[in-house]
């Protein structure tokens, strides 16, 4: 079974090259239970046209075969652009070859004449450094981004996005997000990254502001080096999993219109490589500015934002969804003592109906930050802070009843025209009118 070699082997894709039809037919049933998909090439201009038309993860490979050897072969394919690892087969284990085979970037030998489990620990252990690597890259990668986190809330516009996440998790379609900075659109698409059949594979989270201009390119589509050393870009990285572009607005054009083709090809070719690698991976996108305006001032391609803008979910400002700011609260709250050693503040009556009429233009990352502040300062800001002594739950059903009065009381003052109690009190129209539709239920 293949948990007996590591769970790696089970969504391993392998080729394997021999120009002996008993190896390759051995090979095929050692591995073919174990793992997703097998591959059989009798020679290495076979393994060259099965290379261009998917991805491998792993190339077992002969060395002595008709007209060109393996190794010739792998050296060709590096400067092409090859992704996948490799595990010589070969009866001559000399110093020569085994210089020349570490020359050429291969990751194991199995001496001829071998068994079954010989074979399936080396495919193990190369699957195993594999995606250490990988997982290496990604976790420097992910160092840089605050995005962990739940979205939390149970206000209708949240509820709303929720609904919209559970049912786009099953589907391919790329997403667009967006919304003011600070509403948590890196957040909601973790979320339907976590409800798709991808969730135990990579999200890879890209900030495109982030990247200077002139190496972002790189970064994503992965270049071919000196040596023909092929560094993979976040793209391959992201294989099988989620790739969410944030802030695509800031992309510069030329990556732009490579990340068009990427999109209409499932194809993606690195820097300096003759090869295009196929992907699968789900493209996910975010942005805090009109991009509306943007293509309509020639600063984004239009047809890139209509192949991202299949479906776009926007994130409610803070303010629209007064009812989760308790719940947020209480949530940043613990964090900020937890991760500072610091003791937690009472979330009174009195601060929580003062957090609830504030703006938050910052919004959701606004209140994280004066939470953590307030922490550290050991009180909150004199503007949030309150004298009540209700805290916790009866802090929380007070809130609720000096809300309703608070904007029934501004309701009077403007006559009942809710357009203007809702500019008074810094809130939508929606929020006002489902507050009073709840309120007479």
């Not at 590096?78 to 020349?100: K, N, S, V």
């Not at 390119?217 to 000196?226: H, I, M, R, S, T």
């Not at 294989?239 to 990427?262: H, I, K, N, S, Y």
């Not at 007070?398 to 025209?417: F, K, S």
Request: hydrophobic share 45%.
């Amino acid at each position: 079974m293949a948990e007996d070699y590591g769970s790696d082997l089970a969504g391993a894709q392998v080729l394997v090259v021999d120009d002996e039809p008993g190896m390759r037919n051995f090979l095929f049933k050692t591995l073919q239970p174990r793992v997703k998909r097998v591959e059989l090439a009798a020679s290495p201009d076979e393994a060259s046209a099965k290379l261009d038309e998917c991805h491998f993860d792993l190339v077992i490979l002969d060395n002595v075969m008709p007209r060109k050897t393996g190794l010739e072969w792998v050296a060709e394919q590096r400067r092409l652009g090859f992704m996948a690892e490799t595990i010589l087969i070969t009866a001559y284990a000399d110093l020569e070859t085994a210089i020349a085979a570490l020359r050429a970037g291969v990751s194991d030998f199995v001496l001829k004449p071998f068994r079954a489990n010989q074979i399936l620990g080396s495919v193990a252990r190369t699957l195993d450094r594999k995606y250490l690597r990988r997982d290496n890259t990604l976790l420097r990668h992910e160092l840089n981004h605050d995005g962990q986190g739940k979205l939390l809330g149970t206000s209708p516009a949240l509820t709303e996005v929720r609904g919209l996440l559970k049912t786009l998790a099953p589907l391919p379609t790329p997403v667009l997000f967006t919304g003011a900075s600070g509403t948590g659109k890196e957040l909601a698409a973790r979320t339907l990254h976590g409800l798709s059949d991808r969730a135990e594979r990579p999200f890879v989270p890209v900030n495109c502001a982030a990247i200077a201009p002139d190496t972002i390119a790189q970064e994503l589509f992965g270049v071919n080096g000196p040596g023909d050393d092929l560094k993979p870009g976040l793209f391959l990285l992201a294989d099988g999993g989620t790739l969410f572009l944030d802030e695509v607005a800031q992309m510069p054009e030329v990556v732009q219109a490579a990340l068009l083709r990427v999109l209409e090809d499932q194809r993606v070719r690195p820097i300096g490589a003759e090869r295009e690698f196929p992907l699968n991976l789900r493209l996910l996108f975010a942005t805090n500015a009109d991009l509306d305006a943007a293509v309509a001032k020639g600063r984004f391609r239009a047809d890139l934002y209509h192949r991202m803008n299949v479906v776009r979910i926007h994130m409610p400002d803070l303010k629209d969804r007064l009812e989760d700011i308790t719940e947020l609260s209480a949530l940043f709250m613990q964090q900020s003592s937890t991760t500072l050693g610091l003791p937690m503040l009472e979330l009174s009556a009195d601060t929580l109906l003062k957090l609830s009429r504030y703006h938050w233009p910052g919004n959701v990352r606004e209140l994280k930050n004066l939470i953590e502040r307030s922490v550290i300062l050991g009180g909150f800001p004199a503007e949030f802070a309150g004298d009540s002594k209700v805290t916790g739950a009866r802090a929380v059903e007070n809130l609720e009843q000096v809300m309703q009065r608070h904007i029934l009381h501004v309701l009077d003052l403007c006559e009942g025209n809710r357009a203007e109690a809702a500019r008074r009190l810094g809130v939508s129209r929606k929020t006002i009118d489902r507050r009073l539709t709840a309120w007479e239920e």
